[in-house]
C-alpha cells in the first residue's frame, strides 16, 4: 500500500465515523427524534470519491422527499378508510417503487415509506413524523457529504504542500523542513 492510498483510507475512516457521530450530535441539538437516520445517512453518502458522494447525497435526498411525500399522501388517504398499516404501506411501496424503476438515482424513497409509517406514533401527525425523517436524512446527508467536501480539500492542501517543497524532508525533532 502506497503512502497516498495509506493516507486516503485514513481519511476514509475518520470521516465515516465523524460523520456518524457529528450527525447524530446535531440531530439531538435540534431536537430531531430519531437521529439514527442523521446518522445513517451521514455514513451511506459518503462515498469512495467527491463525485460519488455528490451523487449519493443528490439521490438520498431526493428520494427521501419523494418517500415521505408518498407515505403522508398515501397515510392521509387511507387512514380514514381505517387501512391498516400494512396496507398503506404496500400501496406507498408499490407507488415508490414505479418511482424508482423510472430514476434509480432515488431508490431510497422505496425503504422511506416504511421508515416513515413504521417510526409514527399516534400522538404526533403523519405529515410531522414525514417532516422529521426528512430532515434527519437531510442534516444527515448534508453533513456527510460537507465532512467528505472538507476532507479532500485537506488531502489537496497536504499533497500541495508536499510537492511544493520536492527534495526536502521534515525534521521530526523540530517540525521544520530540511534539505535532503
Given at each position: 500500500?502506497?503512502?497516498?492510498?495509506?493516507?486516503?483510507?485514513?481519511?476514509?475512516?475518520?470521516?465515516?465515523?465523524?460523520?456518524?457521530?457529528?450527525?447524530?450530535?446535531?440531530?439531538?441539538?435540534?431536537?430531531?427524534?430519531?437521529?439514527?437516520?442523521?446518522?445513517?445517512?451521514?455514513?451511506?453518502?459518503?462515498?469512495?470519491?467527491?463525485?460519488?458522494?455528490?451523487?449519493?447525497?443528490?439521490?438520498r435526498l431526493f428520494g427521501t422527499v419523494i418517500g415521505v411525500v408518498i407515505a403522508v399522501t398515501v397515510g392521509n388517504l387511507?387512514?380514514?378508510?381505517?387501512?391498516?398499516?400494512?396496507?398503506?404501506?404496500?400501496?406507498?411501496?408499490?407507488?415508490?417503487?414505479?418511482?424508482?424503476?423510472?430514476?434509480?438515482?432515488?431508490?431510497?424513497?422505496?425503504?422511506?415509506?416504511?421508515?416513515?409509517?413504521?417510526?409514527?406514533?399516534?400522538?404526533?401527525?403523519?405529515?410531522?413524523?414525514?417532516?422529521?425523517?426528512?430532515?434527519?436524512?437531510?442534516?444527515?446527508?448534508?453533513?456527510?457529504?460537507?465532512?467528505?467536501?472538507?476532507?479532500?480539500?485537506?488531502?489537496?492542501?497536504?499533497?500541495?504542500?508536499?510537492?511544493?517543497?520536492?527534495g526536502t524532508s521534515v525534521n521530526s525533532a523540530s517540525g521544520t523542513n530540511i534539505e535532503d
Amino acid at each position: 500500500m502506497t503512502q497516498k492510498q495509506l493516507v486516503r483510507n485514513i481519511a476514509f475512516v475518520v470521516r465515516c465515523s465523524a460523520a456518524a457521530t457529528f450527525s447524530y450530535i446535531l440531530a439531538q441539538a435540534v431536537g430531531l427524534p430519531h437521529p439514527v437516520w442523521a446518522s445513517m445517512s451521514g455514513i451511506i453518502v459518503s462515498q469512495e470519491n467527491l463525485t460519488q458522494t455528490h451523487s449519493a447525497t443528490v439521490g438520498r435526498l431526493f428520494g427521501t422527499v419523494i418517500g415521505v411525500v408518498i407515505a403522508v399522501t398515501v397515510g392521509n388517504l387511507l387512514t380514514p378508510l381505517h387501512a391498516g398499516i400494512a396496507v398503506q404501506m404496500a400501496v406507498a411501496v408499490a407507488l415508490a417503487a414505479v418511482v424508482a424503476r423510472r430514476y434509480p438515482v432515488v431508490r431510497v424513497c422505496m425503504w422511506t415509506c416504511p421508515i416513515v409509517f413504521l417510526s409514527a406514533d399516534h400522538g404526533t401527525p403523519l405529515l410531522m413524523v414525514g417532516f422529521y425523517r426528512g430532515a434527519e436524512v437531510l442534516l444527515g446527508g448534508l453533513t456527510g457529504a460537507l465532512l467528505h467536501l472538507i476532507s479532500e480539500v485537506a488531502l489537496a492542501g497536504i499533497t500541495r504542500e508536499k510537492q511544493a517543497t520536492p527534495g526536502t524532508s521534515v525534521n521530526s525533532a523540530s517540525g521544520t523542513n530540511i534539505e535532503d
